[in-house]
């Protein structure tokens, strides 16, 4: 009896041992992951520029090697075709700070004058952001964050 019990524990180990392998090699395979995306949008007012500042914490395992920013207009030729990476490559970068294991703190600021403001439309904006690993994984949130032009 305690022979089947030690070999029962024996192969207990051995497939515990082996998902938790399994588990810790799929966790380095993973795209960089974004939390805490926030935006926000200031008019220019009385002759002094704007500004829009995009955060967010980019994490991934093999380190962040990058992040690309793109504001755009939610009635846009992007609504309805989409946006893709290939549309990112031109984007602007923001600039990322360690913020702990594995993950950084990324922003993004820019100017906006008063004629930009009064040449862009006007409404609700989404923030793209395309997140690329030091291992060359990606990942795209097309609608990492929201604000609105008035």
């Known amino acids: 009896m305690s ?35 926030t935006a926000r949008y200031t008019a220019p007012d009385s002759g002094r520029d704007g500004s829009l500042t995009f955060t967010t914490e980019v994490t991934a395992s093999s380190g962040v ?51 930009e403001a009064a040449s862009s439309p006007h409404g609700s904006w989404h923030v793209a952001v395309l997140a690329t690993a030091k291992d060359g994984r990606t990942t795209l949130d097309t609608k990492a964050a929201d604000f609105k032009v008035n």
Not at 31 to 36: E, F, G, K, S, V
């Open 3 to 37: 022979r089947r019990i030690a070999l029962s524990v024996a192969a207990g180990v051995v497939v515990l041992g082996g998902a938790g392998a399994f588990a810790f090699a799929y966790a380095g395979d993973q795209p960089p992951a974004l939390a805490h995306s």
């Open 65 to 115: 090697k990058s992040l690309k920013v793109l504001a755009w207009p939610a009635n846009s030729s992007f609504a309805k075709k989409g946006l893709t990476a290939k549309d990112m490559a031109s984007a602007e970068s923001a600039t990322c700070k360690p913020g702990g294991d594995d993950t950084v703190r990324c922003t993004y600021t820019t100017k906006v004058s008063g004629a």
